[in-house]
């Protein structure tokens, strides 16, 4: 797409235009050439996931396109990077007729459908080894792309095939879609492009995060996900998803004084390389800028090389950032594929090889009803055990009421469900039209299915609670989270300890941890000397952990890790919180109503004030020992990311160390970070940085050096 001395070039302007501000005088070759400079920003950032500048640095940039167009109204074009971003909302999406239909392919699942397919196609076409083109079949949501005169012009949705839904302002927000490229270099004046678009893996998880985090249930899998983003009215928000496109087909395309009823092969310019194989037009379309699987692909003669080759790359599968459910198989040659055409459903000259299945149907048999740490009571889906995605699946969270009835469940239903890569399992939908009349509906309880208190549903909330906290279920589960790991991680404690020593009566409360009767423990099966000692010294190791840990395990509703160092850094002493207003708490980084509120609340009841001293009294650390080190820190303001295996410390240690001198921990490499500190096996991140230049990248023992511990 870009060749060295274009580069250089680019790199050039954009120092250039970093140290320019926006004046009146702004000529168009001068927008042009900002233009062409955010392009190939955006290009080496969404396509080739390789950006060399920051973020600060784009925004800049950005911000003074704006600011030149403002002042230059009548130079903006509708190519200009700044014109993606929509600002009405999308009403409704205008039904579209595709110029192609949108046709899918045939399935296979194992080798001999695959020599069947290429055994007709080699009989249809008398040759001997045909060349094919394999690349992922990617599992997202397909869209078509139509550029006109250079232009993008419209994007649609597959819709039933003949139809679809004009997306095009939500296609936009995509910035690995240009929204110009050079056709007419080739003497093309239409063409028709698709793709599949998709949210990453981690983008999903952070997607159902943040779902979460608003009491929402999680969406079952990235394809859902992507498929609604792309549906959605406000255009600013499918800029936030993330979402990320692989285009790997050219359906149509006609030159310049030709029309569409003209055409008699689908290939008009099958003579001209680009357009001569399938695996050529993913080069066309890489070299024009476009996002094709052009890395993925891979060219075999013959279909034993396909059968090896898919074999070999299912074995990939879960490494891959983003979900595929098999590969597509293609023959390679247009001319051959306009030879061997296709059915009224899908074309001859390709074929799907699907990977094992990651959706299985089972019997939905009852439903058990959890009640967590806040109260939360979440009902969990018993089914006959199956296996899905290489894993036995017996019991599924249905998270709430309205959950339930969306997806239109009863016990005795025949339920789908999916196990996306690493993603927790979710039924995906009940089969109605399998009820044989032995189907009830699933009774929510209007009591506590453990202490029987009445329970109760917020305004605008979807989940019932257990108000009582002293219920059972929820001391323990506040016990199990106080002890775990990213708490005070008192090692050997564990779930099924807590559950025994409290079943036992041994441990009644979280202070009860600090006075447990280790001559009972001592007596239990399977304590032995050993195991007792353990217990006692993790439990007294945990007395000093730093404040923020005994904040996040409190559990107060809505704190998580990141609120309770906010909470940890704000006061001297703990129990500062009892003095402290609604508006104070707002105040701090990153607490809103919601999470004051909660705090408020916590800290205005007397028991949980009267437990915070007796811990106190146990000898834990209710002071801020930290806060001191803070003032005097000398990496204050300082951002760190820490990456790959540290030799001698822990990751969260090192964490804290950074910390206690003032510096902040970020989760991702951009301009805004300061220190990379690359332990063993680092990998993309260490990758992504070095093309960031303010960015220091330091050792272990560099960092130790700096947080004065010398090595
Ligand atoms: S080619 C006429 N290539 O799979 C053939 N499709 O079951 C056009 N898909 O509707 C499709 N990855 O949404 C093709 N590399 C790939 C694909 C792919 C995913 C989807 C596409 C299509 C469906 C067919």
Redesign the pocket.
Known sequence: MYNNTQILDLQEQTTNFLQQQADAETSASEINALKAVLRFHEYRYYVLDEPIIGDTEYDKLYQLLKEMEAANPSLITPDSPTQRVGSSLNKSFATVQHLVP????E?SYNADDLRDWDRKAKEQSHLDGIEYCI????????ISLIYENDQLVRGTT?GNGIEGDDITTNIKQIRSIPLSAPFSTYGIQQIEI?G?IMMTKKAFAKYNEDLASQGLPPLANPRNAAAGSLRMKDPKEVAKRNLEV?L??I?YYILKGEKQEDLDTPHPTADKKELSSHSNSLQFLWDLGFRS?QKEKQVVKGIEEVIQHVHDFEQMRDKLPYE?DGM?I?VNDFALQDKLGMTTH??RW?I?FKFKARQATTKLRGVEFHVGRTGAVTPVAKLDPVQVGGVTVSSISIHNEEYISEKDLQLGDTVIIERAGDVIPQIVKSLPELRDGNQTKIAFPTTCPVCKSNLFKEEGEAVWRCINIECEAQVVERIIHFVSKDAMDIKSFGDANVRKFYELGLLKDIPGIYTLDMEAIGQLEGFGKKSKDNLVAAIEASKTQPLNRLIYGLGIRFVGENTSKVMANAVQHLLDFANKTEEDLQQLDDIGVKVADSIHHFFSNEQNIAMLRQLEGLGLQLFNTKKETVASGGLQGQTFLFTGTLNKLKRNDAEALAEAQGGKIVSGVSSKLNYLVVGEDAGSKLEKAKKINTIKIISEDEFLALVERVV
Not at 135 to 142: H, L, M, N, V
């Open positions: 949108m046709l899918s392919l399935n690349e992922p079949k990617f599992d997202g949501a397909s597959r698709r599949e692989f790997y087909h359906s699987p595929i597509v293609k899908h074309p390709a799907a």
